[in-house]
C-alpha cells in the first residue's frame, strides 16, 4: 500500500507519546488514584488498560507496520488513542468506581483528559486540513458525552458543572486545534513559496551565469579576430609576396621580410594584451584574500551551502600569476561544487602552510571516484596545467558520497616576487 508523505517530527512526536501514555499508567495512575481515594488494582485491569498503549507502542516503533497500512497510519494511530482514552474512562466509571462517586469521578475523569484531546486534535492538525480538525473534536465529544450520560443523573447538582466543563472543553479544544492547523497552513504555503523562490533565483542565476560566460567568450572572440587573427592573415600576405619576388627581387623580398618581422612583433604585443585583460577582474579590484572570499560566499548563496570560511589577511609581495592561479584553481572547484556535488556544506581555506601557501576547498556531496577519470577529466586536467605553471602541487581527494577535496600548495619560493 501506497504510504502518505508525514509532515517533519510528527512520527517522532506520536513514538514519544506512546512511551510517555504507557508510563503514566504505570506510575501516575496509580499514584493519582491513591491521591483520589480510587483503588486501582495491579491485575487484570491494569493490564487490560495497557493493552491499546503497548500495541501503539509497537504500532509507531515498527516500520513493519507503517509501510503495511500506508496512507491510513496516522488515522489509524488516532483512532487507536482516542478509542483508548474513552474506553479506559468508561470502564474506570463501570469497574473501579463505587456508584455514589461515579458523578464526582465523571467531572474529574473530564477534566483529566481535557489535556489529551488537545494532543490528538493538534496531531491533526499536523498533518490534515480544518475540516479534518473539526470533524475529529466533534466526533470526540459527542462520544465522551455519550459515554458519559449513564454516570450522572439530570438532577445531580453536578449535572450542570458537567454540561459546562463539556461545552467549554468543546470550544478549547476545536478553537486551538483550528489556530494551529491555520499556522501549520500559512507555515506550508510560505515553506512552498520560499522553494518556488529559491528555484527560480538558481535558474536565474545560472542564467546570469552562462550569459556572462557568453559574453566573455564573444569578448574573447573579437579580441583574438582583431589581433591575432588580423596579425596573421596580415603576415601570410606579406610571406606569400616574399616567396613570390625572393628569386626575382631578393631586395624588395628582405624589405617585405622585414615588414612581416615587425608585423609579427606587434600582433604578439596585442596579443598578451588581449591575454592580459583577460586576467581575472576580481583580483585588480579586491585582491587576492577579498576576491576568494567573495567567490566563495557567492557560490554558498546561490547553491544554499553552509559555508566555513578561512581566508588569512595580509598577503603581499605575490606573483600576479600565483595569484591568478590559485584564484582560478577555486573558481573551477567551486563551480563543480554548485554544479555536481549535491551538497550540504563547503569548505574555503587560504593560509600559510609548511613554508608555502596552501588553497583548500572541499564538500560534503556526493563525490567521484578519482581513479574513474584517469586523469583526463577537462577540469582536473585544467587545474593541474595551472598549478605547474607556477610550480604548485595540486592533490584531489574524494569518495563516492564521500565529498571531495581539492589542495593547492604552492611553495613559498614560488609565491613572492
Same mark, same amino acid.
Given at each position: 500500500m501506497k504510504q502518505t508523505m508525514l %509532515?517533519?517530527?510528527?512520527?517522532?512526536?506520536?513514538?514519544? !507519546?506512546?512511551?510517555?501514555?504507557?508510563?503514566?499508567? /504505570?506510575i501516575v495512575r496509580r499514584s493519582l488514584g491513591a491521591r483520589l481515594g480510587i483503588e486501582v488494582p495491579a491485575g487484570g485491569t491494569l493490564l487490560l488498560s495497557l493493552a491499546i498503549p503497548v500495541f501503539l507502542v509497537l504500532f509507531t516503533w515498527i516500520p513493519w507496520?507503517? =509501510?503495511?497500512?500506508?496512507?491510513?497510519?496516522?488515522?489509524?494511530?488516532?483512532?487507536?488513542?482516542s478509542i483508548d482514552v474513552l474506553s479506559d474512562k468508561y470502564l474506570?466509571?463501570?469497574? /473501579?468506581?463505587?456508584?455514589?462517586?461515579?458523578?464526582?469521578?465523571? @467531572?474529574?475523569?473530564?477534566?483529566?483528559?481535557?489535556? *489529551?484531546?488537545?494532543?490528538?486534535?493538534?496531531l491533526v492538525a499536523w498533518q490534515y486540513s480544518r475540516v479534518w480538525i473539526f470533524l475529529t473534536t466533534m466526533i470526540l465529544s459527542i462520544a465522551d458525552l455519550v459515554l458519559s450520560l449513564p454516570f450522572i443523573r439530570s438532577d445531580s447538582p453536578l449535572y450542570q458543572l458537567f454540561l459546562f466543563l463539556f461545552a467549554v472543553r468543546t470550544q478549547t479544544?476545536?478553537?486551538?486545534?483550528?489556530? @494551529?492547523?491555520?499556522?501549520? *497552513?500559512?507555515?506550508? %504555503? =510560505?515553506?512552498?513559496?520560499?522553494?518556488?523562490?529559491?528555484?527560480?533565483?538558481?535558474?536565474s542565476a545560472s542564467t546570469m551565469e552562462q550569459l556572462a560566460a557568453s559574453q566573455e567568450r564573444n569578448r574573447l572572440a573579437r579580441e583574438l579576430h582583431d589581433t591575432l587573427a588580423h596579425s596573421l592573415s596580415?603576415?601570410?600576405?606579406?610571406?606569400?609576396?616574399?616567396?613570390?619576388?625572393? %628569386?626575382?627581387?631578393?631586395k624588395g623580398a628582405r624589405q617585405m621580410l622585414d615588414q612581416s618581422l615587425q608585423s609579427t612583433r606587434s600582433g604578439l604585443t596585442e596579443v598578451r594584451?588581449?591575454?592580459?585583460?583577460?586576467?581575472?577582474?576580481?583580483?585588480?579590484?579586491?585582491?587576492?584574500?577579498?576576491?576568494?572570499?567573495? /567567490?566563495?560566499e557567492s557560490v554558498a548563496a546561490r547553491a544554499n551551502l553552509k559555508l566555513d570560511l578561512e581566508v588569512e589577511n595580509h598577503w603581499e609581495n605575490i606573483r600576479p600569476e600565483v595569484e591568478q592561479c590559485i584564484y582560478r584553481v577555486a573558481q573551477e572547484a567551486l563551480t563543480n561544487i554548485a554544479?555536481? $556535488?549535491?551538497?550540504?556544506? /563547503?569548505?574555503?581555506?587560504?593560509?600559510?602552510?609548511?613554508?608555502? !601557501?596552501?588553497?583548500?576547498?572541499?564538500?560534503d556531496g556526493c563525490g567521484f571516484d578519482p581513479a574513474a577519470v584517469n586523469g583526463a577529466h577537462y577540469g582536473?586536467?585544467?587545474?593541474?596545467?595551472? $598549478?605547474?605553471? @607556477?610550480?604548485a602541487a595540486l592533490r584531489v581527494e574524494s569518495e563516492l558520497q564521500q565529498g571531495t577535496t581539492v589542495r593547492l600548495i604552492v611553495p613559498m619560493a614560488e609565491v613572492e616576487k
Open positions: %509532515e517533519p517530527g510528527l512520527l517522532r512526536l506520536m513514538r514519544v !507519546l506512546s512511551i510517555l501514555h504507557v508510563a503514566a499508567i /504505570l507496520w507503517r =509501510q503495511k497500512v500506508g496512507r491510513i497510519f496516522v488515522p489509524i494511530t488516532l483512532a487507536l488513542v474506570t466509571l463501570l469497574w /473501579l468506581v463505587p456508584p455514589d462517586q461515579q458523578e464526582l469521578e465523571l @467531572v474529574m475523569l473530564m477534566v483529566r483528559i481535557w489535556f *489529551t484531546f488537545h494532543i490528538i486534535t493538534l479544544v476545536t478553537i486551538i486545534a483550528l489556530g @494551529v492547523g491555520w499556522l501549520l *497552513t500559512r507555515q506550508r %504555503e =510560505q515553506n512552498a513559496a520560499l522553494a518556488v523562490a529559491n528555484r527560480r533565483l538558481a535558474q596580415g603576415v601570410s600576405v606579406q610571406l606569400e609576396a616574399v616567396q613570390a619576388l625572393w %628569386e626575382v627581387n631578393a594584451r588581449a591575454l592580459q585583460s583577460l586576467r581575472a577582474s576580481p583580483l585588480e579590484d579586491l585582491g587576492l584574500t577579498l576576491a576568494v572570499s567573495d /567567490l566563495a554544479r555536481h $556535488a549535491d551538497a550540504k556544506s /563547503l569548505r574555503v581555506a587560504l593560509m600559510h602552510e609548511s613554508g608555502g !601557501l596552501m588553497l583548500i576547498v572541499s564538500d582536473l586536467k585544467g587545474l593541474r596545467e595551472r $598549478a605547474e605553471m @607556477v610550480g
